[in-house]
């Protein structure tokens, strides 16, 4: 299973997590894990290389494991709103593949 957890404060994300493998299909046939991958991939090139935005990112593709924290600029509104549609999409896949995916809130 996939494990996501977003970091949020006073209705604001700052970060979030991914870990584990879905297991829905074998490694490189996952359409689970691709779609995952692809959501938070392009939520970190948005941040980084659209806003210019300093970011704390750790990944580990052989653990299935990514990272992603704002190091400041929380109230940017661009940033919100990347890192919102993120959790939304996820959230849509994670209804239609409820025993692949686990999306904790952590803060509020």
């Known amino acids: 299973m996939i494990k996501i957890k977003f970091f949020e404060k006073s209705n604001t994300i700052l970060g979030l997590e991914c870990s584990g493998h879905s297991g829905y ?4 046939s996952d359409i ?3 779609a995952v991958s692809s959501i938070v991939g392009s939520c970190l090139v948005g941040l980084k290389k659209v806003l210019n935005l300093a970011v704390l990112h750790e990944q580990d593709n052989k653990n299935a494991y990514f990272k992603l924290m704002l190091k400041s600029d929380f109230q940017n509104q661009n940033a919100q709103v990347l890192l919102k549609t993120t959790k939304f999409s996820l ?3 994670a209804k239609d593949y409820q025993k692949y995916i686990a999306i904790e809130i952590i803060g509020g």
Do not use: H
């Open 91 to 93: 959230q849509e896949v």
């Open 25 to 28: 299909a074998e490694f490189g």
């Open 32 to 34: 689970i894990c691709s």
